[in-house]
């Protein structure tokens, strides 16, 4: 054996430690890689029924949405009856405020004619009362003054 042969064997030796040493650290990287492919299989599996059940729930709350819009567009159509049965109430409150001017207008007319009547018919006897006391108070002082002369 010369020196070639042994530094060609010394080589090979250090490739083969070289081999071992690096063995372990892939042989670890494989197992974490197997679990990560592991873990990803198991997530797809699970996530597909998921998936499925959001699609449901999803579709669920859709329905659910299309029968409010229906529930809110029969209230609205209830709303707009009520804003007409308003509206005709308005009508009728301002019909019967104009009435009730007019009655109260042409029944006010005459009261207020007999009211004034009645006030000038009292005024008139006591202003004809009031000239008889005088006329007899004067007829009396006349009287007194012929008497006592």
Known sequence: MDAGEIAGLIAAGAFLMLVLVLAVPILKLGRTVDAATRAINDTVD???????????????????????QVSLDGVN?????????TEHAQNITANVANLVTVVSAAAANPLVKVASFGYGLRKAAAARRHAEDEREVRAA?????????
């Open 141 to 149: 002082i006349k009287q007194r003054r012929r008497a006592g002369r």
């Open 77 to 85: 159509i209830q709303l707009a009856k009520v804003d007409t049965m």
């Open 46 to 68: 699970r996530t597909g029924p998921l998936l499925t059940n959001v699609n449901t729930t999803v579709e669920n709350v859709n329905t659910a949405l299309g029968q409010v």
